[in-house]
């Protein structure tokens, strides 16, 4: 049997590769050690709008670089259903919707919480109607253009029991919002239900507002939802994000023209415009959130449960859904006045 022990002459060469072979180790163990206490990448926290002035401040805080290091990530779909879509199967972790959105995919058994309300409409989703048409009673046997998502159905048929209507008086004309101006033109409708930007850019085309949700207040509310499993996991990311959107509200307060300015050409309005625009939703604070969300008494859960009931009688919801457990108010909790 052979000794593996190396004879004298070899031990130098042996102890010479020892070395090596002990110094590759250490490098080797120095980099993991490096790797494990150095900042992990992380995935971005994906967040989903549709082209809303409401949204508007969200984008206002990443182009004044308050998303700068924040792992974040703004995705702007082509509409709500969209944005719904994405929720459904998490490749989107939060979203704004509206609330009667929101109910819609409760009802649906996805997982999700309200964490902030963003806006309130007081005129800025509106029915408009072209010439010829002076009133709500004159849009029986028309056609009628509206997206097909719950907030569209909400305000036509609010708009038509305003004018003792039914569905079955007009004619309705599913029409994705991206395709609005298109079919004004080209008259393929008669009225439409729509909602800003593209409510000012019918305006100037000389659309009448027939209707419009200062008529039905505090009804059409858009909120932020986060699924829960963003929740459980990314807490510190939601607040950064809700941070820097109170910063760019600040920023809207204290610098208007500055920040009509950088909000305007991304929905392709001129400032004035979206100053008009702006007019017509109203933007809660921090304090008005919590006034909004946090408590037994909170506001927007017994929004909610009456639009709940209201959507259900008008067959918008298949079964009634409870709100109880809806909202969630760490964040507004956690706020500052």
Known sequence: MHSSVPSPADRPAHNARWRRACAVFAVAACAALLMACGPRHEAPLTVGTNTWTGYEPLYLARDLGLHNGLPVRLVELGSTTQSMDALRTGRLAMAGLTLDE?????Q????LKVVWVVDISKGADALVAGSGISGLADLRGRKVGVEQTAVGAYMLNAALGKAGLRSGDITVVPLPLDEHLAAWREGEVDALVTFDPVLQGLRGRGAQVL???SDIPGEIVDVLVARQEALDCCTPRIAQLLDAHQRALDHLRTARA???QRMA?????????MDAALNGIDLPDAAANRALLSGPEARLATSA???????FDQGLLQRPVGVAT???DRFVRGSKP
Do not use: C, K
């Open 258 to 260: 500055d920040a009509l």
């Open 102 to 106: 929101v109910l819609t995919l409760v």
């Open 211 to 213: 209707f419009d949700s």
């Open 108 to 111: 649906e058994g996805v997982p």
């Open 265 to 273: 050409p991304r929905l392709g309005l001129t400032p004035t415009e």
């Open 326 to 328: 809806l909202i969630d």
């Open 305 to 311: 449960q009456r639009m709940a009931h209201t959507m």
